[in-house]
């Protein structure tokens, strides 16, 4: 049973993007079944976004599916700002990747945050991102 396997998994409150991260996939049936707040995109339908038809088209299908299940779109895996544009002005609403910050030391992350990410973009032509 999909809620027992989540529990003795650690998962106290459910999103998609932990589920397929887990197990590879994630179950459309899921999405209907569990309180989400978010519908992650996965980072290899983005890689191929701009060159890729039928990327774009599921990419698109999926943050449609999203908003209109009222989740938050989570693209993963943005690396070029051609990309956020796309994802943006499909309504998508938050973004992971290397276009924002790569991993970082925490102490390095602390120093980022504490000197502002709109002053300090972690990379060239980034800083109107924040």
């Known amino acids: 049973m999909p809620e027992t396997w989540l529990s003795s998994n650690g ?4 999103d998609a993007s932990g589920i397929s991260k887990r197990t590879g996939y994630a ?7 569990f309180p989400f707040e978010q519908l992650k995109v996965d980072q290899s339908f983005i890689r191929d976004l701009e060159s890729d038809p039928d990327h774009a ?7 449609g599916m999203g908003r ?3 989740l938050q779109g989570v693209a993963e895996g943005v ?3 051609s990309q956020h544009q796309f994802l943006a002005s ?3 609403a938050l ?3 290397y276009l924002f910050g790569r991993p970082m030391p925490i102490g390095e992350l602390e120093h980022w ?7 300090n973009p972690p990379f060239p032509g980034t800083r109107d991102l924040f």
Do not use: D, M
């Open 68 to 70: 209109t299940l009222r």
């Open 90 to 92: 499909h309504g998508c």
């Open 27 to 33: 179950s459309l049936a899921y999405l209907k079944r």
């Open 113 to 119: 945050l504490a000197t502002g990410p709109a002053s």
């Open 95 to 97: 973004f992971q990747g």
């Open 57 to 63: 088209a599921i990419v698109h299908a999926i943050i």
């Open 11 to 14: 998962a106290t409150s459910p």
């Open 79 to 81: 690396e070029r700002s």
